[in-house]
């Protein structure tokens, strides 16, 4: 059984920033392409990151525009966890973020939530003004 659990979340100043991870358990964590989406309240989910798996830790990533630039994905395969680095955060970044995997070939970027079989809970941001 493949569980994700989201944590590093809460409230920041507009500004500041904060790092999400996202631990993976069951399954095989380095071939699962991954990805985070958020939902704000009376907002329909939306994507936000993705990162392919590839050699090690590397994989191809993609932004929505929304947060290029001050948003960084990344994953650690040992450790089963992926981050989402928040730069510069907005009061429109608030929202729950969720994190998502689904198995995938080499080097896959996933971007529609309808592609993903695992959720996690997800955890909210909130960010200030």
């Known amino acids: 059984q493949v569980q994700l659990v989201e944590s590093g979340g809460g409230l920041v100043q507009a500004g500041g920033s904060l790092r999400l991870f996202c631990l993976v358990s069951?399954?095989?964590?380095?071939?699962?392409?991954m990805g985070w989406f958020r939902q704000a309240p009376g907002k329909e989910r939306e994507f936000v990151a993705a990162?392919?798996?590839?050699?090690?830790?590397?994989?191809?990533?993609r932004y929505a525009d929304s947060v290029k630039g001050r948003f960084t994905i990344s994953r650690d395969n040992a450790r089963k966890t992926v981050y989402l680095q928040m730069t510069t955060l907005k009061p429109e970044d608030t929202a729950v973020y969720y994190c998502?995997?689904?198995?995938?070939?080499?080097?896959?970027?996933?971007?529609?939530?309808?592609?993903?079989?695992?959720w996690g809970q997800g955890i909210q941001v909130t960010v200030s003004s």
């Open positions: 998502a995997a689904d198995e995938a070939p080499r080097q896959v970027i996933k971007t529609a939530s309808f592609e993903y079989d695992y």
């Open positions: 990162i392919a798996w590839y050699m090690g830790n590397s994989g191809s990533t």
């Open positions: 069951g399954g095989t964590f380095s071939r699962y392409a």
